[in-house]
């Protein structure tokens, strides 16, 4: 097996080698991932030896570290990784590159997947890959394979390094052409899970609910026997072809996906259909949990699109087989700037749960505007404000940000999300600014001190100055219909889609409580319930989320709704040019081509931040009448 060390660097250049180079090493033990670690070992410039060695990797690790945990000694004049399995060998190696500390390491769930949203077809409205900001897929271009393995195969490397074990390759809106992919078109699945079988990554598919019907059964009810049968024999099929395949991911009676419910039947009874096909080969299914209603009556105020997913799911709490995990959004909503956490995620004790992130930027600034989330999700997983996602979580997930650009994310910082999240998916209790810190090294080896620190200037707080320049105070949703870009802020207000803000000439923001709204603060457990309840203990970030407050009220932070708006706006827009300001000072320091790139947005992110500040400020000021305290421009 040779590696291509050069060709795609993102955060394992040649360079980051470094502490392997030169090494004389001995490897112990048999089989593909070990001879994965061999052939890194060696294009990384270490001598492979059988004795005389000053590094080993070698099996017979404590079994309690599993498959693919490791530990790492650093002895005076040798360092011992050692594994119980293979994968632990190595997520050894690569934690080596890193410099990660001696001792025993060990990942936090046992499955860390990404999702890609790529279409086979070039999709008429979504494009090649839905909610894609870096190009095209790495897997197809307009219907047929891409054949670019090397590419495929440094991105298993990437996905291995930062400890991702799992991938599905194909978009959850599953069309007539991806449904293939299950059946006649399964070679494809097989070419590209050879790749990833070398980094220890298992495939995964997206299927259709109604798949049975697209090859010509009457029905896809999940209690017909012919459809049962349908689902063990193509599921079968599969398997004799990739016997390491992971299983299938679910979109159902979602967004216009097909269904139990056409059947009358459960959720339940639709993911244990298919996790019955996968069971006898060892597969899983993930259902998501994504289900809501988007042709609500806007003027209903008794539906509440945040309640859904609960009022779906925890009725079902233990109905589901052993091998369904059901897969949640971090929020109630659909990956906004902000959202607590979905009150799904802990109330399901019977069921096994997959907390599903969104790396690619949809809400976030989609890949033009620079949007360092992992201390969104950090705090997510560690519970600051609500319930936490560590320990609820059996599995986690994210859905992918790559695409065939150069850059492998278009913003080449963006990069930064992908690696964070295996990272945090691997430990929940990782400080993201040391993340950050390990990224920056890795992706910059030899970078001057000004370098480090000004990246880190400019990335570190980004989530946050998003936050500040776009919806405020947990509202969410003021984007532009369609796309999702920019700024509108009655773009979603009176329609289906159950995403509004209720902003009037008395105040803003969604009542949620028990005491007078759609009561979602109590799907919460205490404490959690009251403090989400009571306006004065609210984190202010999620003031809006649960409650409809008028443009007076005081927030705990001292300032009034109104005004935490235009300081917010002005602060955040200000934010983002000072983040130019920054870049623009490496000029000298990084290859011209990702200055340039990097230029470039920021400049477009600078433009759109002051977009969104002027028209959130302008709209809250002409529907409130309440002038800036600070007298700045409001038009
Ligand atoms: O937020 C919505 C996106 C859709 C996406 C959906 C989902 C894949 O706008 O593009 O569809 O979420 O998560 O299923």
Redesign the pocket.
């Given at each position: 097996m040779d590696i291509d060390m050069s060709a795609h660097p993102a955060w394992l250049p040649p360079e980051v080698w470094q502490p392997i180079a030169g090494r004389r090493v001995r490897v112990t033990g048999d089989g593909p991932l070990i001879d994965t670690v061999r052939a890194e070992l060696r294009a990384g410039g270490a001598t492979l030896v059988g004795d005389g060695a000053d590094l080993e990797f070698g099996l017979g690790g404590d079994p309690a570290l599993g498959g693919e945990g490791f530990e790492i000694v650093r002895g005076e004049t040798r360092t011992v990784v050692r594994a119980a399995a293979p994968h632990g060998l190595l997520h050894g190696l690569f934690a080596l590159v890193r410099s990660a500390p001696d001792g025993r390491h060990r990942p936090a769930v046992a499955r860390r997947m990404v999702d890609h949203?790529d279409n086979v077809d070039v999709h008429p409205v979504m494009g090649q890959v839905?909610?894609g900001y870096a190009g095209g897929s790495l897997f197809w271009r307009a219907g047929v394979p891409r054949r670019d393995l090397g590419r495929v195969a440094a991105y298993a490397r990437l996905l291995a390094a930062c400890g991702v074990n799992a991938i599905a390759l194909n978009?959850?809106?599953v069309h007539a052409t991806e449904a293939r992919l299950l059946t006649d078109r399964l070679a494809e699945v097989a070419e590209l899970a050879a790749e990833f079988r070398r980094y220890g990554i298992r495939v995964h598919l997206s299927v259709s609910f109604a798949a049975p019907v697209q090859h010509g059964l009457p029905t896809a009810d999940p209690l017909d026997d012919r459809v049962v049968h349908w689902w063990a024999r193509v599921t079968r099929t599969v398997y004799d072809t990739l016997p390491d395949f992971g299983g299938y991911l679910v979109?159902a009676d979602?967004?216009g996906q097909p269904g139990p419910f056409t059947y009358g039947r459960t959720h339940a009874d639709g993911a244990n259909l298919l996790a019955g096909a996968l069971a006898p080969h060892g597969g899983v299914v993930h259902w998501r949990a994504?289900v809501y209603n988007h042709r609500q009556d806007w003027r209903d105020r008794s539906t509440d699109r945040a309640r859904a997913a609960h009022d779906h799911f925890t009725p079902l709490d233990g109905a589901f087989r052993d091998n369904v995990v059901v897969q949640v959004k971090h929020g109630p909503m659909?990956?906004q700037t902000r959202e607590p956490v979905a009150p799904l995620i802990g109330a399901m004790p019977g069921t096994r749960l997959a907390v599903e992130l969104q790396a690619t930027q949809?809400y976030t600034g989609q890949q033009r505007h620079v949007c360092y989330l992992a201390p969104m999700w950090s705090s997510l997983l560690l519970g600051h404000e609500g319930p936490a996602i560590a320990g609820a979580a059996d599995e986690m997930v994210a859905v992918a940000n790559v695409g065939d650009d150069p850059f492998w994310t278009g913003h080449p910082l963006a990069q930064a999300n992908l690696y964070a999240y295996g990272r945090l998916a691997w430990d929940h209790t990782l400080d993201p600014g040391a993340v950050l810190d390990e990224w920056i090294g890795l992706t910059f080896p030899g970078a001057s001190p000004a370098l480090r620190s000004t990246l880190h200037a400019v990335m570190d707080g980004s989530w946050r100055t998003y936050e500040r320049y776009t919806a405020p105070l947990g509202v969410g949703f003021m984007v532009r219909p369609g796309h999702?870009y920019g700024p509108d802020v009655d773009g979603y207000e009176y329609t289906p889609w159950g995403t509004y803000h209720h902003a009037d000439r008395d105040g803003v923001g969604v009542d949620r409580t028990m005491a007078t709204g759609t009561g979602m603060t109590g799907l919460y457990p205490e404490p959690w319930a009251s403090t989400y309840e009571s306006v004065a203990d609210c984190p202010d970030e999620l003031a809006l989320f649960f409650h409809h407050l008028p443009y007076g009220h005081v927030l705990r932070d001292g300032t009034t709704v109104i005004q935490h708006i235009y300081d917010t706006h002005f602060a955040g827009a200000a934010e983002a040019a000072a983040m130019r300001g920054h870049w623009l000072t490496l000029e000298a320091e990084v290859p011209a081509e990702l200055f340039g790139r990097v230029a470039e947005r920021l400049a477009e992110q600078v433009r759109s931040a002051a977009e969104w500040r002027d028209q959130i400020n302008a709209y809250f000021f002409r529907k409130s009448g309440v002038p800036d305290r600070h007298g700045r421009p409001i038009y």
């Open positions: 949203w839905e909610r978009n959850v809106n979109k979602s967004e994504f659909d990956f949809e999702h």
